[in-house]
């Protein structure tokens, strides 16, 4: 029965990425010592013959073959558990399919677990890919405000905050200008400068230290610097060794959606590569 | 949930196959309506984005809001004035219900196909679905408050004056917009799986616009055919709207309380359809 009620405390936190939430819940993580994510027996499940179909003689075709499709389940992540405490910064390595940003967009909502929980305390900052949302016709200054509240960030927080998104995303003469004349480097560092703009309590990463050119990375490093020294607890998922070393304290080590390995980065990183070399073929298939 | 796990050491757990029957969807668990007032924000930017976009690129923008019911006036009076021309102000009479259907027909047919239109964005960021139709019965109410101003003028211009019937006005209005959000979540919940839905709506609107009394008064219609009326959740959604407008006195009451009712119950099984399959929806857009 306390598990209902905790599941219910546990849905709100996530519902709820507005800032003012945020400052309101970073007392009580601070106060209280529990992990800022909760990963509990997590899977996902798919139902092959239920994707997909989007015509109706598509499925009328598909349901006379129920007894043969109805097998065709695919589990992107199983059994999958851990927790991250404040202030941690986890890597999740593994090979193409394996899973990795699945579980970051579970965690950060958008797809939900088929079983398991998933505990997020405080708000969370999704840098999956950037800009998702910005609308082409839009001016880049109306684009902030659309893109901030589907993030969901008040208002008034963006009207306070936009000289210094514009200014870091150096866009000053182009914010009235509609986002199609933008390049794509341009709205890449539009997107970084509005979703970083206020610190998030958890960051997910997905490989995107590829934003912009060579000076503006330089500023996203100095940002995430910035982000690791004030304890912003990070996930990040990446093909790149020394970045994940560089990173991340602990490390998971997924495949085919189970995790293989957790731990201490240098052991977890060495295993992969140890699989990577003893397996080079096997690294894409599916079960 | 026995199952104890540790953290920070190699683990490798074992695998037990999970009952497919359990679960616990944390991310569309909690109430939606709350959820939709906490993304207040995001839904003011949609509809302000629709509202302004629409007529980007154009040189008449925003006019043509006022401007396109005013053409299509301009053809029903035209071609209809030799046969309903005996009903005083025949153009008031089409436009006031025209207007209602406008409402009703954009908001549907664009609400039952946004979620599919904003999948880029469901892809990528957690955002509770349900906004999308929200915003865009929404922003088609905004832009019938909007025409309003042009269809007070042409009532003066014409001598027909207004008084306190129009506040009546609100009644109807809520009721036309909750029917229409109510039919954008119950189709668009299909139309997420099955992408036919929407062709067939599109076929089916004009059908429908056809069978209800707009641009033709409801007597015309056949003895044997009158119960198509009652059937017809628009015939008294548009009448108690155009009644206040057009002649000035409040709308039959039993229409008014007929439309209140289908509108609200037709919201509630959208919401509760929308809700129930919305955890799928990302497999699908």
């Not at chain 1, 309101?24 to 800022?36: E, G, K, N």
């Not at chain 1, 940003?101 to 929980?117: H, N, Y």
């Not at chain 1, 189970?258 to 731990?263: K, P, S």
């Not at chain 2, 025409?147 to 209005?173: D, E, K, T």
Request: include cysteine; hydrophobic fraction near 45%.
């Amino acid at each position: 029965m306390s598990r209902s009620g905790k599941l219910g405390q546990a849905s709100r936190l996530l519902r709820l990425p507005g800032v003012d939430q945020a400052t309101q819940d970073h007392a009580s993580i601070l106060s209280s010592d529990r992990p800022v994510l909760e990963i509990r027996d997590l899977s996902i499940r798919l139902l092959l013959h239920r994707e997909r179909t989007t015509s109706i003689r598509e499925y009328a075709i598909r349901v006379l073959q129920r007894r043969r499709v109805e097998r065709d389940q695919f589990w992107p992540l199983r059994e999958v558990s851990f927790e991250v405490n404040g202030g941690d910064r986890l890597g999740i390595i593994g090979p193409n399919g394996a899973g990795k940003s699945t579980l970051l967009k579970v965690i950060a909502g958008i797809i939900p677990p088929s079983v398991g929980r998933v505990v997020v305390r405080g708000r969370i900052a999704p840098l999956i890919e950037l800009g998702a949302g910005f609308d082409p016709y839009l001016t880049g200054r109306e684009n902030v405000f659309l893109y901030g509240s589907l993030l969901g960030f008040p208002q008034k927080e963006l009207e306070r905050r936009f000289d210094r998104i514009v200014t870091f995303a150096e866009m000053e003469e182009f914010i009235d200008v509609p986002l199609m004349n933008y390049s794509v480097g341009m709205s890449a560092r539009l997107g970084f400068a509005i979703a970083t703009t206020v610190e998030p309590d958890l960051l997910l990463l997905d490989e995107l230290f590829s934003v912009g050119d060579a000076a503006f990375q330089k500023k996203c490093e100095q940002r995430m610097e910035s982000f690791k020294a004030k304890g912003v607890t990070i996930l990040l998922v990446s093909h790149d060794m020394n970045l994940i070393r560089q990173t991340c304290s602990r490390t998971v080590f997924l495949q085919h959606g189970r995790i293989v390995a957790i731990g201490p980065t240098d052991e977890v990183v060495a295993e992969y590569q140890r699989f990577s070399a003893s397996s080079p073929s096997g690294q894409r298939t599916r079960p | 949930m026995t199952k104890a796990f540790s953290s920070g050491s190699s683990v490798s757990p074992e695998s037990v196959t999970p009952e497919p029957g359990i679960y616990l969807a944390e991310h569309c668990s909690s109430g939606p309506l709350l959820t939709l007032f906490r993304y207040r924000e995001l839904l003011r930017q949609l509809v302000i984005r629709e509202v302004k976009l629409r007529y980007k690129r154009s040189v008449l923008g925003f006019a043509w809001t006022v401007l396109n019911p005013l053409f299509a006036m301009a053809i029903f009076t035209m071609v209809f004035s030799r046969i309903f021309g005996d009903r005083p102000n025949y153009p008031l009479y089409v436009i006031t219900a025209l207007l209602g259907w406008n409402l009703f027909s954009l908001g549907t047919s664009r609400g039952l196909d946004s979620v599919v239109m904003n999948g880029p964005i469901i892809r990528k960021v957690f955002v509770p679905k349900v906004i999308f139709p929200v915003a865009s019965v929404a922003s088609q109410v905004v832009n019938f408050v909007f025409s309003l101003v042009p269809l007070f003028l042409f009532m003066v211009a014409i001598g027909v004056g207004f008084g306190r019937s129009l506040l009546w006005l609100p009644i109807p209005l809520l009721s036309l917009a909750c029917f229409a959000l109510g039919i954008a979540l119950l189709l668009g919940t299909f139309n997420v799986f099955f992408r036919d839905v929407k062709y067939f709506y599109e076929a089916g609107v004009l059908a429908w616009f056809y069978a209800t009394p707009i641009f033709y008064p409801p007597e015309i219609i056949p003895d044997t055919f009158k119960f198509l009326l009652y059937v017809n959740p628009m015939y008294a959604l548009l009448e108690s709207l155009r009644t206040p407008l057009y002649q000035g006195t409040a709308p039959r009451l039993d229409l008014l309380i007929l439309g209140l009712g289908i509108s609200v119950f037709t919201l509630l099984l959208g919401w509760a359809i929308f809700h129930r399959f919305e955890g799928r929806f990302i497999h699908y857009v």
